[in-house]
């Protein structure tokens, strides 16, 4: 007899022990209904007894059957432990038949490697939080907010994120937590024929952790420079100053010209970064020793934190996810109290809802919540696969995005109190102080101003301890995303090597950054933040909702839901997965496409041939999915129409914990 469990009916929440699912045996359809189960493990005597010879055993532990005996169809059809199977009346009126008592017995799991889980609740919680919190809601949502309208901005901000980044990350928990898989082989379940998105995912991954790291890399090099009685970027006298070199900070009476050069600028251009040696991307100059040392510092940090999983990285995160916090508390009860703080804040919040006119603004709104939330990367899967089955990932969706849009609103007023009083120091507007983006706010900016505030090392060293964390929890989860795809999908290969396996991880992203610690090392990164990641991950998330909403389908998947949460996800989140969400993913591709950004650092303007290049970068990673489209439909079997429905078609089923069985969904 062959036997496939069809559907498991009920909820894991309702009575113990009790639960309903469908059967499917020799072509006839059965129903196991408000049933109570005692469960048996396989290797117990009571469970070895059931497989007697001539009888066909399954090892895994997920099902038993055993061949129907001549006179078992008379009997009266009972589940091995004793419990009755009824069969549903065909369309041509068959009569009820049964499931003999020796043919079928449902096991317990058997198989050894039971996947981890977090140890508490606030362990994914935090690493989640921790990996949406990053150094963009600190420099880029402030920049973005007052350049586009300010206190206006937060309409559009929270339009999209309502609409567009929210039902995207809760999709993304909801589909890592069902499954239980990374970002490779979760395609087995969902639909083959988009495996690619997995490969595409590991490459931006590897971009990423290529630049990322080297930002950190330049926060431990100040941090490390902050141990003094005087911050180094405060003074005019050292070796890397020029004669442009202006203090207007020190007490002799300085004129501030077009010329003039802050302190804190040289430090940064000049002796962190020496970009002074280096003409351009087509002459990046030599490798900076100092910053090698430094990433090769962070990257042991990496390692460390996450080489044994998520059992080790949950306990560090519950440091480098509050940590952020309460600097951020402390700066900003610090910034409020600093001279002209008001100026900042009303620049920061003042609307002009002329703005709210222009497309750009709600394309800067889209993309700002997208890359805020982070759907898209693999790590949200990731993470909702270590997850208990009923783990609610809804509320944990909600709970989180609101944390990381309120961080990156605070993280506003943190910024703009310092760059008022940084104004009303030199007597200029707060616009001519705000000009600089991105790390420069923070290396240049905002390090000037905490150098020149009473007690400045010790909130230099708790700034850049700040930048630091919510970095380290960043790259956390990027290369975690990784390491988890690859080891769900080569389990015999590297599940019981990880910490080899980390390793070979952590040593090819240091080498694959080299180019990002010569001279014009911040002229790569730069190129790689515009383009190797940008365009590629919304291309790739705009698949994987297609494929969810579309091939895998809308009503399957808020089944899934339902089996994990007790209830389906209601007519919002389905309008959202199915047209909203993609349209605000194809709305910002086609603006990026239409208009690229034109790079400019510091006083170098990036020629024409970086841009084609940039868009190479991106392209290498997205390659990864049509590629494996054409392969798939190269090996798979049959006509081309059956070629098709074999790729879109579920591979393997899903195991769904339930108790202490695991049964298998199909």
């Known amino acids: 007899m062959d036997l496939v469990i069809v559907k498991l009916y009920g909820h894991p929440r309702a009575r113990e022990g009790e639960f309903s699912f469908q059967l499917v045996a020799d072509g006839h359809e059965y129903h196991l209904l408000n049933t109570r189960m005692e469960t048996t493990p396989l290797n117990s005597k009571k469970g070895q007894s059931a497989c007697k010879d001539g009888e066909d055993c399954q090892e895994n532990g997920i099902l038993q059957k055993g061949l129907t005996g001549p006179g078992d169809k008379a009997e009266a059809g009972q589940i091995s432990n004793g419990y009755s199977a009824v069969q549903s009346t065909g369309m041509e009126g068959d009569t009820q038949n049964s499931i003999p008592a020796d043919n079928v017995a449902l096991g317990t799991e058997g198989h050894q490697g039971e996947r981890e889980t977090w140890t508490k609740k606030m362990d994914f919680l935090l690493s989640v939080i921790g990996y949406a919190v990053d150094l963009g809601n600190v420099w880029r949502f402030p920049y973005i907010c007052y350049q586009n309208g300010g206190g206006a901005f937060l309409i559009p901000y929270t339009i999209m994120a309502i609409f567009g980044g929210i039902p995207l990350f809760y999709m993304e928990l909801a589909l890592g937590q069902y499954h239980r898989n990374g970002c490779i082989s979760i395609w087995k379940k969902i639909c083959p024929i988009f495996k690619g998105i997995g490969f595409a995912i590991c490459v931006i991954a590897f971009y990423i952790a290529s630049y990322y790291n080297t930002i950190m890399a330049w926060a431990l090099y100040y941090l490390i420079s902050s141990f003094t009685s005087q911050l180094p970027w405060t003074s005019c006298k050292n070796p890397w100053n020029t004669d442009n070199c202006t203090n207007y900070f020190s007490e002799d009476n300085v004129t501030w010209t077009s010329y003039s050069i802050s302190p804190a600028e040289e430090f940064y251009t000049r002796h962190v970064l020496q970009v002074h040696q280096s003409k351009g991307l087509d002459d990046v100059g030599g490798i900076s020793w100092q910053l090698a040392l430094c990433t090769m510092s962070i990257f042991t940090i990496v390692y460390f934190s996450i080489w044994k999983g998520v059992k080790t990285s949950g306990k560090v995160v519950w440091v480098t996810a509050t940590f952020p916090y309460i600097i951020l508390s402390i700066l900003l009860v610090r910034g409020a109290t600093l001279p002209g703080a008001w100026r900042g804040v009303l620049f920061y919040l003042k609307p002009n809802w002329q703005k709210l006119l222009e497309t750009g603004v709600w394309v800067d709104a889209a993309a700002q919540i997208f890359f805020s939330l982070g759907p898209g990367f693999g790590v949200l899967l990731a993470y909702a696969s270590y997850n208990k089955f009923n783990n609610n990932c809804y509320q944990d969706a909600l709970v989180t995005s609101i944390v990381n849009c309120m961080t990156s609103f605070m993280s506003g007023f943190v910024i703009f109190t310092v760059l008022g009083y940084m104004a009303e120091m030199r007597s200029e507007d707060v616009s001519e102080v705000a000009k600089d983006t991105g790390p420069s706010l923070l290396f240049i900016t905002y390090a000037e101003a ?217």
């Not at 505030?453 to 290369?479: K, N």
């Not at 090819?508 to 990002?516: D, E, I, Q, R």
């Not at 034109?598 to 970086?610: A, D, H, M, Q, V």
Request: proline share 6%; glycine share 6%.
């Open 450 to 666: 905490i150098a020149n505030m009473p007690a400045a090392t010790f909130f230099a060293i708790i700034f850049f301890l700040m930048i630091i964390t919510l970095g380290l929890d960043s790259t956390f989860a990027g290369l975690e995303g990784v390491i988890t795809a690859v080891l769900d999908e080569f389990p015999h290969v590297w599940a019981k090597r990880r910490e080899w396996f980390v390793l070979a991880v952590v040593i090819t992203c240091f080498f694959g950054s080299l180019s990002t610690l010569t001279f014009g090392g911040a002229y790569v990164v730069k190129l790689l933040e515009e383009y190797a990641t940008g365009p590629a991950v919304l291309t790739v998330v705009l698949l994987e909702a297609i494929a969810v909403s579309w091939f895998y389908g809308i009503n399957q998947f808020c089944s899934d839901v339902k089996e994990m949460l007790g209830f389906s996800p209601g007519w919002f989140w389905r309008i959202c997965w199915v047209a909203i969400s993609p349209i605000f993913l194809l709305f910002i591709i086609c603006s990026f496409l239409s208009s690229p950004p034109e790079l400019r650092l510091f006083s170098y303007n990036y020629p024409r041939w970086t841009v084609l290049l940039g868009y190479c970068i991106g392209t290498s990673s997205f390659i990864c999915i049509p590629t494996y489209i054409i392969y798939r439909l190269i090996v798979t079997p049959g006509t081309f129409k059956e070629r098709i429905l074999k790729s879109i078609t579920p591979e393997t089923p899903t195991e769904i914990p339930f108790g202490d069985l695991r049964l298998n969904a199909v």
